[in-house]
């Protein structure tokens, strides 16, 4: 009886085994047969646009902007990459790429260089902050965009490319070649020694071989300017090499660590990577300033140091992008650049917000609910979450930026003084040393007014949309006089504002002028001193007493939200 039960379990299992497959088989089978079903359907719908839609149409970008929809669809790093764009794909993933070596933008139907990098073709040229382009290799840049005049700026090193452009104060229009060179920005823009035992570094990406380099001002700083204690500053840093990520966490921890795993549909792809080298200090207190703007490889170093207990982290909640892209050819020379894994740091979670519906404006994680929100520890037993982000140990709140200040910015206000005053000073102090004065104040609130510059604050829009609503629902008349003695009391006075929101809006002053005399670097040095994110830093790596309670075991970080 038994030896007839196992034949007909064997039998049972056969059939099942065989059904599994054919199971499997029919899957795989049907979903190529709809992938093959739908591509047909594809090719003929453009076909038929391309022979009976009224007006002509341009084949690259409706099939561009199909593909660009598509891959939305799934997720905001799954992208397209024809081979029109392939020199910006190298030059975010390496930071090298030949031309002039400067940042351009757009200043009303203008377009402008904003800053140009020192040591640079640009800058050795001579040309400055400020200066707009007339002409780029013979054309006429009137209607052409950003990057129809980024693409003409780059090309073979060491070719010169003429320039024709406008200057604040010249008369006449300047004719300036340029020599293109092979540009490699410089990872960390600024590293120094805050006061006589705290370093600081400024890293700005994780491009190729940045991590090295970290390994030796970290080593330069300990050694030569006998640093007891270290700030990492990666606030607004995007991100870049996985393995850069490592070899920066590997600075730290010892050898033999883990720092961060991916896993994905793949599994032969899923990989641990681990801290391969001997650091250079377990012990110096360490902190690590981060932002929203803080993504992808920022988020795996400060994840992990925090993890791994080995650093506070300071600042505002992080991006929340922990998913990991793979590059694939495709025909005619473009790329797609494809979601394959997701990040896991040593405590277990997962960087990557959970849930793309709750994003802020910029993309970054929004409110998470909780139930979609899980506990994890770090390596001393403190609480963490995931849910997307990195959630700092110690949070700051920072200052809202005034509508004024905002708008100062976006109508160029701020730049374009600095513009002047750059033209009529030949030069100023030191970074450290300079401020505004009242007198260079009182100079930019008359250029400001001469501007006929114009603003509406936040809450005068709420309350012109509350009149709007009012009128619509037959309420304003018989609150007409309320609405006009609010629009009294709440209006903005200019003068009254420029003198309120004063502070702020000499922080970002000194950040332009210095920059047109120190360049970046400068701009750096400058803004330490008043920077809240550098103090609250500072306080803790020098406070033992400090330090040791935020890695106390039983210690809850609080939740993304």
């Known amino acids: 009886m038994k030896a007839v039960n196992k034949k007909k379990l064997g039998i049972i299992l056969s059939v099942v085994l065989v059904i599994g ?29 391309n022979l009976f839609y009224v007006d002509d149409i ?20 799954t992208t397209y990459i024809p081979e029109s764009e392939m020199e910006d794909f190298r030059f975010m993933t390496t930071g090298e790429y030949a031309g002039i070596g400067a940042l351009i933008g757009k200043h009303g139907d203008q377009i402008i260089i904003s800053e140009p990098y020192e040591g640079f073709p640009a800058q050795k040229a ?39 452009v406008e200057r604040t104060g010249e008369k006449k229009p300047l004719d300036i070649d340029i020599v293109r060179e092979k540009i490699q920005i410089d990872a960390v823009p600024y590293y120094g020694m805050l006061d006589d035992k705290t370093g600081y570094i400024r890293l700005s990406n994780f491009t190729a071989n940045c991590g090295d380099e970290v390994r030796g001002i970290v080593k330069e700083l300990k050694e ?21 990520a ?11 660590k883990e720092v961060v795993s991916t896993k994905g549909k793949v599994k032969q792809w899923d990989k641990a990577y681990f801290a391969t080298e001997n650091p250079i200090d377990t012990l110096m207190p360490l902190a690590v300033l981060v932002n929203r703007g803080s993504a992808s490889a920022s988020e795996i170093v400060s994840g992990a140091l925090q993890d791994l207990d080995r650093a ?28 394959t894994a997701k990040y896991y740091i040593p405590s277990g979670r997962c ?7 709750h994003r802020n404006d910029d993309g970054s994680v929004g409110v998470v609910p909780d139930s979609l929100i899980s506990e994890f520890n770090t390596s001393k037993g403190r609480k963490v979450y995931d849910g997307g982000g990195i959630t700092p140990d110690i949070k700051l709140d920072l200052d809202r930026i005034s509508n004024l200040s905002i708008n100062l910015v976006q ?105 047109r005399y120190y360049y970046q670097k400068g701009a750096i040095k400058a803004s330490l001193k008043t920077d809240k994110g550098i103090t609250q830093a500072l306080e803790t790596v020098n406070n033992p007493t400090k330090l040791s309670s935020v890695f106390q075991p039983g210690v809850v970080i609080s939740k993304a939200n």
């Open 21 to 49: 497959v054919v199971f499997t088989s029919f899957t795989r089978d049907e979903k190529l047969f709809q992938i093959d079903k739908n591509l047909d359907i594809y090719y003929t719908l453009v076909r038929e646009l």
């Open 58 to 77: 341009n084949p690259n970008e409706l099939v561009k902007t199909s593909i660009d929809k598509m891959l939305e669809s799934l997720d905001p790093y």
């Open 126 to 164: 001579g040309l400055k902050a400020g200066d707009v382009f007339l002409e780029v290799a013979g054309k006429s840049t009137d209607k052409m965009s950003t990057e129809d005049v980024s693409n003409l700026l780059k090309g073979p090193a060491n070719q010169v490319v003429k320039v024709k």
């Open 224 to 244: 030569k300017n006998k640093a007891q204690s270290l700030i990492l500053d990666l606030r607004s840093n995007p991100g870049g090499l996985l393995n850069e």
């Open 246 to 256: 490592v070899k920066i966490v590997n600075i730290f921890v010892p050898k033999g």
């Open 312 to 339: 506070v982290i300071i600042g505002t909640r992080t991006f929340g992008k922990g998913l990991v892209q793979t590059t694939r050819d495709l025909s005619y020379n473009s790329k797609l650049k494809v979601t």
């Open 351 to 357: 960087i990557q917000a959970l849930d793309y519906s």
């Open 411 to 515: 109508d160029f206000m701020i730049f374009d003084f600095a513009t002047q005053y750059a033209t009529t000073h030949e030069s100023i102090p030191e970074p450290e040393a300079f401020k505004i004065t009242d007198d260079i104040y009182r100079e930019f609130k008359e250029f400001v007014k001469a501007q006929n510059f114009e603003y509406e604050s936040e809450t005068e829009k709420s309350l012109d949309e509350l009149e709007k609503i009012a009128k619509e629902e037959k309420y304003y008349e018989s609150a007409k006089a309320q609405f006009e003695a609010l629009k009294t009391t709440l209006g903005h006075n200019l003068d009254k504002d420029l003198d309120q929101f004063g502070d702020e809006i000499k922080e970002m002053m000194v950040d332009d002028i210095v920059s």
